[in-house]
């Protein structure tokens, strides 16, 4: 069994947190390991065609 210092999940979260990713909580093993649980990737959105859009604003069906 390892023992856990609040120092090493502060610096597992801040490594985290410099990537960029959104920190939705963290797990604390039995063993000692750090899960960081990220929030989902959000989809990225969706783009629409250009020439459907040059139809659609002069009343033409897509």
Known sequence: ???F???DLKRAAKAI????LP????EIR???SI???TEAPRAAP???DPYD???RKRGKAA
């Open 1 to 3: 069994m390892s023992t």
């Open 5 to 7: 210092k609040a120092s």
């Open 17 to 20: 947190q410099e990537l960029g």
């Open 23 to 26: 920190i939705a909580g963290a």
């Open 30 to 32: 039995p063993d000692g």
């Open 35 to 37: 899960l960081i649980l």
């Open 46 to 48: 969706i783009t629409k």
């Open 53 to 55: 859009e040059w139809k």
